[in-house]
């Protein structure tokens, strides 16, 4: 086991107290709105402050920690001094954003040095020896390997192989979750996160063009794993995730893995209930990509606007956003559209439309694109055919279409075997909820009986479940 010579922080665990290190981290966020700061705290990082491996907060968390606890220094909470971190004097004009924090009118986003990022640094191994067993780990938990043949490296170099580990990283849990959803993959992918960051933090590239790729491979995995806490229900760890990949897009210059991020947390903002967010999201991410030159791209980031100002209310924007998309979307696909975009075709367009319509409470509309979704979409994709049959039966339930409803459903549980996703769930849950005062409709009492005995909790159970929007 490699040492990193981190000290605990024992002042800092003092002052956390009986509390759990989730419920301190609500209470971070918390004194955070107070004053107007937005950080994406959680157990983790927490853990990461009372080990040691945060020596020094960044700005946005100083400011938190000091209203937390008034008249007490960054020392007295168990701090080192900034100047005195990994040398920053000699790197003082280093500068990476923070988690993006949403005001009024656009993202912004607060500065800190190289070694005060929270999203950026996984600084747990440094030799070459741990760069090795980092690029291994790539593999771990999710059925891959590492490239045949593979050597150690000069500590100092990252190369062909280990870049390569991190973008394959990247497809194998994209196909995985199209396949299985994320609740069963979050876990083992964060693994092959934290060596692809390792990688990122053992030492300099070769070439310009693989350190190029392996910041933007890195950003895409954090992405990756986001969206599976995303489609778990782990929002907060979603949340952190997306703004790593944002920090990491906004280090390397790269413009796509912006748009990529911004994206992600537009969606986000919009299944959590924050809808304006959402909008602001997704407009950032639309002026990053205007330069890529991808249409299909941009037309995925104005449904990401729509989605927001339907959750506004905003039908009249809703509307523009969604013919900005259709006429962009109608330029087809081309060289420009990243990898990422191959769930993206006409089957989600509907879709996201669907949703759209669906948070406005026009429920006829939304089953509508739902049917024309689900007719479309390759059945390759099961998380996501699972994920437009529970729209369908949410839509359907709302129009008062009862028995169209529970049939829409039972072919979401005929998925559930397969597929494990807690959005899904939960849509189902508020499904059976909407049909249980009319249990003895035609079909809907099978429905519920079948719900009931797979999830395993009866339909009054699911009564109050909130919908994510997604």
Avoid: K
């Amino acid at each position: 086991m490699v040492s990193t010579g981190a000290v605990p922080n024992l002042a800092f665990r003092r002052l956390r107290g009986q509390r759990s290190a989730g419920e301190f981290a609500a209470a971070v966020r918390r004194s955070a709105r107070e004053i107007g700061e937005r950080v994406a705290c959680d157990a983790r990082y927490i853990g990461r402050v009372e080990s040691g491996e945060i020596r020094c907060p960044n700005y946005a968390y100083e400011r938190v920690f000091l209203h937390m606890f008034p008249g007490m220094s960054l020392a007295d909470l168990g701090f080192s001094p900034r100047e005195s971190v990994r040398g920053r004097g000699a790197r003082a004009t280093t500068e990476i954003p923070s988690p993006p924090v949403f005001h009024s009118e656009a993202p912004v986003f607060h500065n800190c040095t190289d070694e005060e990022s929270d999203v950026l640094r996984r600084v747990f191994m440094t030799s070459g020896t741990t760069t090795v067993l980092a690029a291994a780990s790539l593999g771990l938990g999710l059925g891959g390997a590492p490239a045949a043949g593979a050597t150690e490296p000069d500590r100092h170099r990252v190369g062909e192989t280990e870049v390569s580990a991190v973008e394959s990283a990247v497809r194998r849990i994209r196909l995985l979750d199209d396949r299985h959803g994320g609740d069963g993959l979050y876990r083992d992918a964060s693994r092959p996160l934290r060596a692809a960051y390792a990688l990122l933090d053992s030492g300099s590239a070769a070439r310009r063009s693989t350190a190029d790729r392996l910041h933007a491979g890195a950003g895409e995995l954090a992405i990756s794993v986001g969206w599976l806490a995303h489609d778990s229900g782990r929002f907060e760890d979603a949340r952190s995730h997306y703004a790593e990949a944002l920090a990491t897009a906004r280090v390397a210059g790269d413009a796509a893995l912006e748009a990529h991020a911004f994206c992600n947390a537009s969606f986000l903002a919009r299944d959590t209930g924050r809808p304006r967010e959402s909008v602001r999201a997704a407009e950032a991410a639309q002026r990053a990509a205007r330069p890529l030159g991808s249409p299909r791209l941009l037309a995925l980031l104005a449904l990401r606007e729509a989605g927001g100002r339907a959750g506004l209310g905003d039908r009249t924007g809703c509307e523009r956003a969604i013919g900005r998309a259709r006429t962009a979307f109608d330029r087809g696909p081309c060289d420009a559209d990243p990898e990422w975009m191959t769930f993206f075709r006409e089957a989600e367009l509907e879709m996201l439309e669907a949703q759209c319509w669906s948070a406005l409470g026009d429920w006829s509309r939304a089953a509508l694109h739902a049917r024309r979704a689900i007719r479309l979409q390759d059945p390759h994709f099961t998380r996501n055919l699972a994920l437009y049959r529970a729209e369908l039966a949410w839509d359907l339930a709302r129009a008062g279409r009862t028995e169209e409803a529970a049939t829409a459903g039972h072919r979401v549980l005929d998925l559930l075997d397969s597929v494990r996703s807690s959005r899904i769930r939960t849509m189902l849950a508020g499904t059976a909820q909407a049909l249980a005062p009319r249990r003895d409709a035609d079909g809907v009492r099978g429905f519920l009986e079948r719900y009931a005995a797979v999830s395993g909790v009866s339909t009054a159970a699911a009564r109050g479940v909130q919908r994510p929007r997604g």
